[in-house]
């Protein structure tokens, strides 16, 4: 999405967003010193971001049509918000963000990090948005949700997150 408003053509888009699909995770795994990162080390994860981003590129416009007509048709999807952005799609990026957040401060968890520093990587694992935001030279922001919104459903996810982390550990020792 981002991509195509910057005016990218097909090789910038995928480049971008590949970027996006690996770049929080490469920071998180730099952050705590796992080198070779992940997708260095089985090249399988990026191939998997570049065809994906390859697709995004093409379906997109093809997807975002088909939402437009069925909007049309419907007289509008009740649940959005001032910024367009609909129910249905801010919950999935919830739902996506606070896996990203679990994942994220699980890497802390497992390497015996401070609660403060696991819930850190909870948040910088989804910096993936945030280069795409910069290299697109977009408002900083993950969908179409920014700033104060995006860190307040990011926050309470860290939080539960890592309560649930450290009750798994504690219970398995």
């Not at 995928?14 to 920071?27: D, E, F």
């Not at 935001?133 to 977009?138: E, H, K, R, T, Y």
């Amino acid at each position: 999405e981002n991509q195509g408003e910057a005016g990218m053509h097909v090789v910038g888009a995928s480049v971008v967003g590949t970027i996006t699909g690996l770049g929080g995770g490469t920071l998180n795994n730099c952050l705590v010193g796992a080198t070779p990162v992940g997708w260095m080390k089985d090249v399988r994860f990026l191939v998997i971001a570049g065809i994906s981003s390859l697709s995004g590129f093409y379906l997109y416009p093809l997807v975002q049509s088909g939402l437009r007509e069925g909007h049309e048709n419907q007289g509008g999807v009740e649940g959005g918000d001032s910024q367009g952005v609909s129910l249905p799609r801010y919950t999935l990026e919830t739902i996506a963000l606070s896996a990203l957040a679990i994942v994220g401060a699980q890497t802390g968890i497992v390497r015996g990090l401070h609660p403060l520093a696991s819930c850190s990587l909870g948040v910088t694992i989804c910096f993936g948005g945030v280069f795409r935001d910069l290299f697109c030279g977009q408002e900083l922001r993950l969908g179409g949700v920014s700033g104060c919104q995006f860190q307040a459903r990011l926050y309470m996810w860290r939080c539960v997150n890592y309560t649930c982390g450290t009750a798994a550990a504690y219970h398995q020792s």
